[in-house]
């Protein structure tokens, strides 16, 4: 089984300051685990992922995570927030024979100018 | 390269009327999914396909079917639609190389059941 809890259902930050959107996952498997954004309206996009290469994840616009074992954590962060970074982010975790993604419940990023 | 595309982009239905969507991928992706998205709860695998004629139940089967004829096709179908259902459905693929793995979705399809 596996599970993914997105610790804060919305974020707010000013324009140019850091975000962090926390993310912990459970997983019996060694898992990959994903970043995907939706903007509003639109399709899911894949921001990064990470497969058990490097545990620091460098993905699109800026964004990277950290993949920690020890925390069963997998944190999104990026130093300096721009307005169109506004939009709802998914910590995703995938595993298993039939690779079935589990998605969190979401966070929604408000970037304020 | 279209991606993964899905037909329609949004539809009403009345209660009982039944329905198909279509997601179609031309990537050739072997894995193909179908999921649901409500307010505040991310998306929910419904039925999901490892290949061509395979289908598998995942997390919220209940009241689709699914069929997996051609292996760029995989269609949902609602037999009897119920408000429950009203939802915004993603299709998505992928591939699986032994190490690593992406799922790409379609724009999605907007369910709307009065």
């Known amino acids: 089984a596996q599970s993914v809890t997105q610790l804060d259902s919305h974020v707010s930050v000013s324009e140019g300051t850091p975000v962090l959107l926390r993310c912990n996952y459970s997983?019996?498997?060694?898992?990959?685990l994903f970043w995907y954004v939706q903007h509003p309206n639109k399709g899911l996009q894949l921001l990064l992922k990470?497969?058990?290469?490097?545990?620091l994840v460098k993905g699109i616009n800026g964004f990277e995570a950290e993949f920690k074992k020890s925390e069963t954590s997998f944190h999104l962060t990026k130093p300096s927030a721009h307005m169109s970074d506004a939009a709802e982010y998914f910590c995703v975790v995938s595993s298993g024979s039939a690779r079935q993604l589990t998605f969190g419940s979401g966070t929604q990023l408000t970037v304020l100018p | 390269n279209a991606g993964v595309t899905q037909t329609p982009k949004f539809r009403v239905l009345k209660t009982g009327q039944s329905m198909t969507l279509l997601c179609a991928q031309d990537m050739n992706h072997e894995y193909m999914y179908w999921y649901r998205q409500d307010p505040g709860m991310g998306l929910r695998l419904i039925h999901y396909?490892?290949?061509?004629?395979?289908?598998a139940k995942g997390e919220v089967p209940d009241g689709y079917n699914v069929s997996r004829l051609k292996k760029q096709n995989f269609l949902l179908g609602l037999e009897s639609a119920a408000p429950s259902q009203t939802s915004v459905y993603f299709c998505a693929s992928s591939y699986w190389t032994g190490r690593t793995d992406t799922q790409y979705f379609g724009p999605g399809t907007r369910l709307t059941v009065l």
């Open positions: 396909s490892v290949g061509e004629g395979t289908t």
């Open positions: 990470y497969t058990s290469a490097a545990t």
């Open positions: 997983s019996s498997y060694s898992p990959s």
